[in-house]
């Protein structure tokens, strides 16, 4: 493998003005596992106003000199270059008040949280790695640098960020930092929503199911009602698995997208708020996709999720248990109502939900010809939308229709079309909608 050639030559820059500079982080990490790293971060014993000195010309941004941090623009690619520091109190459990420049590489790695992350390499690929990385890299382990009460206490985020690298990279977290996540767990609440969210969503594109069912400590201080699922057993022919982790598997048995994932971690969320048993004693949940609903929006909300997001997580909650059949006439309507893409999630969700049940009740064979049926609706091109239909607002205004009778009208014909009672076809549809003039 190869090192950017852009981050070579930021490498050889620093070092021709007279100073040390190595690729540190995330770059490192990813390139000794035979991973192409996204992004280079870089470590100097240049001071900031040495490191802007040495890129004179270049595009710099300084947004992050209080902390040592310039970013240079080598042709379009970004490099954070930080000064060799020591970090001072977190007081804010987010970053340090003041840090302190230092003139040591270990000194820098020192400070830092995992010891994946804590391997420095320059310019020729001899690497530093003064706190185990590599053989920790070599077993698959997440380990604190140092005292893992001390580096989860100076920022509470890494709290989620142990999750997320045991997540994406599939390794174990070592038992006392493991410890010291589950006893800090309220601390994530000093984090800001934002950055909880964004290692939230990185950690649902990996392997979290495991992490997830051990760490309810952790996770119930971002979405509380995680404890009331983890204590709901179902009781119910078509489960196996108490609520908790019949949605973490659920979310693990959907395709790699963060937010769909997300959805089916919330989709039970009310079940343990509307248990019922029956007299046979089986357990019932009437009404708890409508509580689920209420819940993921406000989690969506907490977490300060995009609009988009946000409003594509409580659409599929509210409708993960919304009937499907195999048959032509209804997917349209399914169709018309949620439109394509919706629909398409709609049959993610349905079938990571099934996984996670009793195996006794499989449904995928049904799923599959489901599928099979929108796919030849879509091939075929038929009609399931305004968008798609054959006359539109204008030809309506043409006939004489104003107002909001144009949208009663078309909307009418389309559910004609949908039905199968109507071709798709202009004329037909024109001379349809004049019987409402």
């Given at each position: ?10 490498l050889?820059?620093?070092?021709n ?7 540190v982080?995330g770059?490192?990490?990813d390139?000794?596992?035979?991973m192409t ?11 900031p ?7 004179e010309?270049?595009?710099i ?6 902390h ?11 490099l954070e270059?930080t000064?060799f520091?020591?970090d001072g109190k ?6 340090p008040?003041k840090?302190?420049?230092?003139s040591?590489?270990?000194e820098?790695l020192a400070r830092?949280d995992?010891?994946v992350n804590?391997?420095a ?5 001899n690497v530093?790695?003064?706190f185990?990385?590599q053989e920790d890299?070599k ?6 640098v140092?005292e893992?009460?001390k580096?989860f206490?100076?920022?509470a ?5 142990a ?11 070592e038992?006392?930092t ?7 767990a ?6 800001a929503?934002?950055r ?9 594109s990996g ?8 760490h ?13 699922m983890?204590n ?6 078509h489960?196996?698995?108490n609520v908790?982790?019949h ?7 959907a395709?790699?997208?963060?937010v769909?994932?997300?959805?089916l971690i919330?989709?039970?969320t009310?079940?343990p708020?509307?248990?019922s ?13 409508d509580?689920?609903?209420?819940i993921?929006?406000?989690v969506?909300?907490d977490?300060?999720?995009s609009n988009e ?5 409580v ?7 919304y009937?499907?059949?195999?048959n ?13 893409e919706t629909m ?5 969700i ?9 195996p ?9 010809e ?14 399931f939308s305004?968008k798609?239909?054959?006359v539109?607002?204008?030809d309506?205004?043409?006939?004489g ?21 109507l071709?798709?076809?202009?004329d ?6 004049k019987?409402?003039?």
């Amino acid at each position: 493998m190869e090192i950017d050639a852009r981050a070579l030559k930021a490498l050889e820059t620093i070092e021709n003005a007279g100073f040390e500079a190595y690729l540190v982080g995330g770059c490192v990490r990813d390139f000794l596992r035979g991973m192409t790293p996204h992004d280079y971060d870089i470590t100097t014993s240049a001071l900031p106003e040495q490191t802007m000195k040495a890129f004179e010309g270049y595009h710099i941004i300084e947004t992050g000199l209080k902390h040592g941090t310039v970013t240079v623009m080598l042709d379009s690619l970004p490099l954070e270059i930080t000064t060799f520091r020591q970090d001072g109190k977190y007081s804010d459990a987010r970053r340090p008040d003041k840090v302190t420049f230092v003139s040591s590489l270990k000194e820098d790695l020192a400070r830092r949280d995992f010891t994946v992350n804590a391997i420095a390499m320059d310019r020729h690929q001899n690497v530093y790695d003064f706190f185990g990385g590599q053989e920790d890299i070599k077993n698959g382990v997440i380990r604190c640098v140092g005292e893992p009460q001390k580096r989860f206490t100076e920022d509470a985020l890494r709290l989620m960020r142990a999750l997320r690298f045991a997540s994406v990279t599939g390794f174990e977290i070592e038992k006392e930092t493991e410890n010291a996540i589950i006893a800090l767990a309220p601390h994530i609440k000093n984090v800001a929503a934002e950055r909880i969210a964004t290692e939230l969503l990185k950690t649902l594109s990996g392997k979290f199911d495991g992490l997830f069912l051990k760490h309810t400590a952790l996770l119930s201080q971002i979405i509380p009602e995680i404890e009331d699922m983890n204590n709901c057993h179902q009781n119910n022919i078509h489960h196996i698995y108490n609520v908790w982790e019949h949605s973490v598997r659920a979310a693990q048995s959907a395709p790699c997208d963060s937010v769909l994932r997300l959805a089916l971690i919330l989709h039970d969320t009310g079940k343990p708020f509307t248990v019922s048993t029956d007299e046979n004693g089986q357990n019932h949940f009437y009404g708890h996709a409508d509580v689920s609903e209420k819940i993921a929006r406000r989690v969506c909300r907490d977490l300060k999720l995009s609009n988009e997001d946000s409003h594509r997580i409580v659409t599929l909650v509210k409708y993960h248990d919304y009937p499907l059949e195999n048959n032509r006439k209804i997917l349209r309507r399914r169709l018309s109502k949620f439109g394509k893409e919706t629909m398409l999630d709609l049959m993610a969700i349905k079938r990571a939900d099934n996984l996670a049940q009793s195996p006794k009740f499989d449904r995928q064979k049904f799923y599959d010809e489901t599928e099979r049926i929108l796919n030849e609706i879509f091939e075929d091109d038929e009609c399931f939308s305004l968008k798609q239909l054959a006359v539109n607002g204008h030809d309506m205004i043409e006939l004489g229709f104003d107002g909001k009778k144009i949208g009663v009208v078309l909307e009418k014909l389309l559910s004609l079309v949908v039905d199968g009672k109507l071709k798709n076809n202009k004329d037909i549809l024109l001379e349809e909608a004049k019987k409402d003039l």
